[in-house]
């Protein structure tokens, strides 16, 4: 394979959290060295000073494979990845019917063989994602699921979910909860709060975030299994999780890149695209959340990529399907919080790129010698408007149709092999 030398970066090294300029020499699906001179017959790429970082590992990614494939291929995820500056999707196993047996999920990891970017899957924790049964944890770590979850429906049997992280201790295996208690959250469209009640939307207290974690929290305590948050979204649960981690447990956290850049009020006249699991929180907590992320408390940052069709989108607001497409737009929305000044590009990256790697035990995610050379080259401060139509996604649910942002993708390599960009 020839060699690639990108010249005239700005080197964005999440490992060591810098923002320098430099180059860098990708050879054999890898990189291979950092400010080094290009090797005869090398391809070189001259960045113009733009931004060049590790690959975006966008963890859970809702997939439509097998079962709702209207909404969203591997395929188009893929494109949608590779435009967006994503390397790695990590997918959920809330399909239909849901990843929750070794056949299912080699059938999936066939069928996303074929995608531009790398795909990884979860798998169900309990079958058919019931919270009645446990899955066959072992078989399906072997069939190569990186870690199990039942998605945004909480395990209300505590002493099902008890045992599930028992066993999963045993294995080593990661399991990921969704925070919320089940029964508190039943029907919510939105967080409590005057404007809820203006509204008349049915809501639900921030409360319900923290029962749900202190729950799970105390199980992961009891029985010393390896857990991770998908979404903290309130600053009522951020002193639990500091305590959990004082503690030394192996918890860890993450949240989607619209409860980091939207709050409650952006729901406005009943804008369906911005209905979300959990509901979109007040600003104070909008805010805690991101000086979270930056104190290293909240490790991850995602898309939580949910597709939906228009028919699911077009209905009154408590009944519409929640989530949103993220994958083509978590890094300008990402942007948003570099220019504001939340967050640094090498703090985003971290959460984005590098924590993910780290907690699924993943090769990327770094700018050092020998890490594999998926790598995305964007422009953060290149400003355009936002048109839903043009996302390579099969669903065009977004809520940032028609916003203003800044941060465009040049280009997108996995394994030194470019998948997205012309020239730059």
């Not at 050879?27 to 070189?44: F, H, L, N, R």
């Not at 074929?114 to 169900?124: F, G, K, L, S």
């Not at 008890?162 to 295996?173: D, E, K, N, Q, V």
């Not at 065009?396 to 465009?408: C, H, I, S």
Request: glycine letters at 10%; a negative charge; hydrophobic letters at 45%.
């Amino acid at each position: 394979m020839t060699a690639t030398l990108f010249t005239n970066a700005r080197l964005i090294d999440p490992e060591a959290q810098t923002d320098a300029p430099g180059s860098l020499l990708v050879q054999g699906g890898v990189i291979e060295a950092i400010d080094a001179p290009a090797p005869e017959g090398a391809t070189v790429i001259d960045c113009q000073g733009r931004a060049l970082a590790p690959g975006i590992i966008d963890w859970g990614v809702k997939i439509g494979e097998p079962g709702e494939r209207h909404k969203e291929s591997f395929r188009s995820a893929g494109l949608a990845a590779a435009a967006g500056g994503v390397t790695t999707i990590v997918a959920r196993p809330d399909t239909a019917p849901p990843i929750d047996t070794p056949e299912s999920l080699e059938f999936v990891t066939r069928r996303a063989a074929d995608a531009p970017v790398n795909i990884r899957h979860m798998a169900a924790l309990t079958k058919a994602r019931e919270g009645r049964e446990m899955v066959e944890i072992g078989f399906l770590t072997d069939a190569g699921a990186v870690a199990f979850t039942d998605g945004v429906r909480q395990v209300a049997d505590t002493r099902l979910l008890s045992r599930c992280m028992t066993y999963a201790r045993g294995l080593g295996a990661l399991i990921v909860g969704h925070p919320q208690d089940a029964d508190l959250s039943r029907g919510a469209a939105a967080t409590s709060g005057k404007f809820a009640s203006i509204y008349g939307i049915p809501a639900v207290s921030p409360v319900a975030e923290v029962i749900g974690l202190d729950r799970d929290l105390a199980l992961a305590q009891m029985t010393g299994c390896r857990w991770h948050a998908d979404q903290i979204t309130t600053a009522r649960a951020l002193p639990a999780l500091r305590r959990a981690r004082d503690a030394g447990l192996d918890v860890t956290a993450g949240i989607s890149i619209h409860h980091l850049t939207l709050n409650e009020y952006d729901i406005g006249d009943y804008r369906t695209f911005f209905r979300f699991t959990p509901p979109l929180r007040s600003e104070d907590d909008r805010l805690a959340m991101v000086q979270a992320v930056a104190d290293g408390l909240i490790d991850v940052i995602a898309s939580f990529h949910t597709p939906q069709d228009e028919e699911s989108k077009r209905l009154p607001f408590e009944a519409a399907a929640p989530g949103a497409v993220g994958l083509q737009t978590l890094l300008p929305a990402a942007m948003r919080l570099y220019h504001g000044g939340g967050l640094t590009l090498p703090q985003l990256w971290r959460a984005m790129s590098l924590n993910p790697a780290r907690r699924l035990g993943l090769p990327g995610g770094r700018l050092s010698v020998g890490a594999p050379a998926d790598l995305v080259l964007f422009d953060p401060d290149a400003p355009f408007v936002l048109d839903r139509f043009t996302l390579l996604s099969k669903s065009k649910n977004t809520p940032f149709d028609g916003a203003r942002m800044e941060g465009r993708v040049i280009g997108t390599w996995v394994a030194g092999r470019r998948v997205f960009g012309g020239e730059p």
